[in-house]
Each structure stands twice: as structure tokens, then as C-alpha cells.
């Protein structure tokens, strides 16, 4: 299983950016798919942005769309969530996960469709 550690969190204002890291350990980490999702307090965990083992493809929740984009750099090891135009509404704990099984893109929007998990980095936005 590997092993996911984010980083990157803060304290922000409203309309700010922030850029989000994922480490992850394996020397497999090129062949799969990793997501980022985020939970509020009380609320479900969401999904947020999806990118293909290649990087070649990428699946955003429509609230981030305009907003968010989601990079990888396999050399590193690392997947980014870089965040424009925060909003208090953005206000999560951020997790990254990898989808080392294999999916479809149109299911990494779902949260089983994912093997390893990181602790997560909360994100606050202050409005």
C-alpha cells in the first residue's frame, strides 16, 4: 500500500491561492490514477479533482472547475492541487488518494475507488 503525505495547508483570505502537495512512497507511483477530496466539518467527504497515471487527463468537481487544477510530476513522486480564488465555502481538510486497482476516469470521483488515503491538510479560508 503506499504511503500519502500532504502538505501545503494554511490560513488564507478569501480569494487567495494555495498550492497543495501529495508525496507519495513507491517506485509504482506513475502507474495510477490520484484524486484529491476535501471534508467540512459535518458535512460528507467530496470529491474535488482527479488526474490519470500519465497526467494526460483530469476530472474536476463542477465547484472547482474554474478555480482548481490538479497536476502531477511522476519524477517526484508528487501530485499538486493548486487552488485560485479560494472561498470560505472551500474551508476542508484536503485528502489525496491513489487508485492503484485501475478506474475509469468518470469513477475517480468516488471515493471507494481509492486503495491509500493521506492524513490530510486543513485548508481555512477566511472570508
Known amino acids: 500500500q503506499v504511503q500519502l503525505v500532504e502538505s501545503g495547508g494554511g490560513l488564507v483570505q478569501a480569494g487567495a491561492s494555495l498550492r497543495l502537495s501529495c508525496a507519495a512512497s513507491g517506485r509504482t507511483f506513475s502507474s495510477y490514477a490520484m484524486g484529491w477530496f476535501r471534508q467540512a466539518p459535518g458535512k460528507e467527504r467530496e470529491f474535488v479533482a482527479a488526474i490519470s497515471w500519465s497526467g494526460g487527463r483530469t476530472y474536476y468537481a463542477d465547484s472547482v472547475k474554474d478555480r482548481f487544477s490538479i497536476s502531477r510530476d511522476n519524477a517526484k513522486n508528487t501530485v499538486y492541487l493548486h487552488m485560485n480564488s479560494l472561498k470560505p465555502e472551500d474551508t476542508a481538510v484536503y485528502y489525496c488518494?491513489?487508485?492503484?486497482?485501475?478506474?475509469?476516469?468518470?469513477?475517480?470521483?468516488?471515493?471507494?475507488?481509492?486503495?491509500?488515503w493521506g492524513q490530510g491538510t486543513q485548508v481555512t479560508v477566511s472570508s
Open positions: 488518494a491513489a487508485n492503484q486497482s485501475g478506474t475509469s476516469m468518470a469513477r475517480t470521483s468516488y471515493y471507494t475507488q481509492y486503495d491509500s
